[in-house]
């Protein structure tokens, strides 16, 4: 799916100023809402939140149940959590359509409040309601929610038998995407306990019916996960395979993401092994892949946030633990450009690491001109 596209709030305020104009309260109420949409894309929660406060005042009546999901994550955004379940809370008593959301969104909101037990309360009762509907998309996501709540709670195995049932699911309504969801996240809880047997059968599987979906983006990650499980299981050559082919189907397909996905775990293969200058040339085509990106006006091939920061950091540290200050330092300088508008503290660390890094240089050619000498 193609990310959505900047949006133009000078646009959108002249719609609204026309709307107003013309009296059609229900076009103020959708541009007000689609403004809200714009500021909380862009991180201006508390300026969303009044516009769609605004939106819902005007057409309570008609679709006010989308402007309280808007409403309440926004309010998850401002971590007004309070606020956020009431707006959850309000949009379960009005619309018996919209039960599900309600509950999934509630849940989230005890979830970050503490209140797991009340979250899980809240998925239990989801589930329940996504069952009667026959909404079989709704009950494997509720699943998995509780999966991970199984986790998180060290219960692996019940982990496992409510992905098995979300797989089941998905195999009944013949949704090869969704069962292969379900065997890679069975794949990768099967990993952790270090069963490589089950994890390897799961991912093999997941990746057969995929490839019949022609998911190529899913199939990349999929590659890269059963490199990671060969990885950890020390069976380098296998991992190092895997990684490759995600990079060949990447860079085939041009998904930028799935190319850095690929050459960061090269990278990290390689700098565990000690050969530091090859794990260099992987982070930092994956670093320029990341900096091409950003140039892109097209989004859909703009490198996700993650891997960008795993990558940027892992060159960091891997040119500072060989002694090459100069590319750090340039790294560094770069990096705080672009971050201008970060936080006092996170502008106070970068330069305290750059004044670092310049002691660390002339610290080297201090060194240098003694042994000439």
């Known amino acids: 799916m193609k990310p959505d596209t900047p949006p133009d709030i000078g646009t959108l305020d002249q719609a609204l100023a026309a709307a107003r104009a013309s009296a059609d309260k229900r076009a103020e109420a959708a541009c007000l809402r689609r403004l809200g949409d714009a500021h909380r894309s862009l991180h201006n929660f508390q300026v969303a939140a009044q516009y769609f406060d605004e939106a819902f005042t005007i057409a309570r009546h008609e679709s006010d149940t989308q402007i309280l999901f808007r409403l309440g994550i926004t309010y998850l955004g401002l971590q007004e959590k309070s606020k956020a379940l009431q707006s959850f809370d309000e949009m379960f008593s009005i619309s018996a359509s919209e039960v599900h959301q309600s509950l999934v969104m509630m849940a989230e909101v005890s979830d970050r409040m503490g209140d797991k037990t009340q979250a899980s309360h809240h998925l239990e009762r989801a589930l329940a309601v996504a069952e009667v509907l026959g909404e079989y998309q709704h009950q494997i996501t509720c699943?998995?929610?509780?999966?991970?709540?199984?986790i998180d709670d060290g219960k692996h195995h019940e982990a496992i038998q409510k992905h098995n049932r979300a797989r089941l699911l998905a195999q009944e309504h013949d949704d090869k995407a969704k069962e292969a969801d379900s065997l890679a996240e069975i794949a990768n809880i099967y990993k952790s306990l270090g069963n490589q047997p089950e994890?390897?059968?799961?991912?093999?599987?997941?990746?057969e019916l995929i490839r019949q979906t022609q998911d190529r983006t899913d199939e990349i990650l999929l590659l890269n996960d059963k490199g990671?499980?060969?990885?950890?299981?020390?069976?380098?050559?296998?991992?190092?395979?895997?990684?490759?082919?995600?990079l060949a189907m990447a860079r085939q397909y041009n998904n930028r993401t799935g190319e850095c996905d690929s050459l960061y775990n090269l990278g990290m293969l390689q700098k565990k092994q000690g050969n530091l200058e090859l794990a260099i040339k992987y982070f930092e085509?994956?670093?320029?892949?990341?900096?091409?990106?950003?140039?892109?006006d097209d989004w859909e091939h703009r490198v996700k946030t993650p891997i960008a920061f795993f990558l940027y950091t892992a060159l960091l540290k891997t040119y500072e633990s060989t002694g090459n200050y100069v590319a750090a330092l340039h790294l560094m300088e770069q990096n705080l450009a672009e971050n201008r508008a970060s936080s006092p503290k996170r502008l106070q660390e970068l330069e305290e690491h750059i004044a670092r890094l310049n002691q660390n240089i002339a610290e080297q050619a201090s060194k240098s001109n003694q042994d000439v000498k």
């Open 143 to 150: 699943l998995g929610r509780l999966a991970r709540k199984d």
């Open 199 to 207: 994890a390897l059968s799961n991912y093999d599987q997941a990746l």
């Open 228 to 246: 990671s499980v060969h990885e950890k299981f020390g069976e380098r050559e296998h991992a190092e395979a895997q990684y490759e082919l995600a």
């Open 285 to 296: 085509d994956g670093h320029r892949l990341i900096g091409e990106g950003k140039r892109l």
